[in-house]
């Protein structure tokens, strides 16, 4: 992390721990570096490289991901649109405690581990599409 986002991650860190996002612990066998992304807003958002490990061990997660053409031929026809944007769309799925060891970030403030699902682990696009596909079962016309 460069010196002069420190101050960011700080806070950035304080956010997510105050959220219950993530919790400070004393070891793991799994520990990611962290990789910060600034947003055009001018905050940061803390991505953990795990393709250092954790990728690479996770088994594929198979969940079709919507293409455009699926997209378009549902909106054909609509007459009520909407649009959602998701405050940290990962980081409201919950994980469960088994799995949050393997969820290990190192920053210059020591090992945090994540209680929800991180960005950067290969499988969360597909485990998030999955989750909105349930939430809209049902709604006509979705």
Request: hydrophobic residues 40%.
């Amino acid at each position: 992390v460069p010196y002069a986002a420190l101050e960011l991650v700080d806070q950035e860190l304080n956010r997510l721990q105050q959220a219950g996002v993530i919790q400070p612990v004393d070891y793991s066998a799994w520990a990611a570096p962290i990789v910060v992304i600034r947003k055009p807003n001018g905050t940061i958002r803390i991505c953990a490289d795990f393709s250092t490990g954790l990728n690479a061990a996770l088994d594929e997660y198979q969940y079709p991901l919507p293409v455009p053409e699926d997209l378009f031929a549902k909106l054909n026809g609509g007459t009520c649109f909407a649009k959602i944007d998701f405050s940290d769309a990962y980081l409201q799925v919950e994980v469960d405690d088994d799995s949050r060891e393997f969820l290990t970030i190192n920053t210059h403030r020591g090992l945090f581990q994540y209680t929800r699902l991180p960005f950067g682990i290969k499988t969360a696009p597909a485990i998030f599409q999955q989750i909105i596909d349930t939430m809209l079962t049902g709604i006509p016309n979705h």
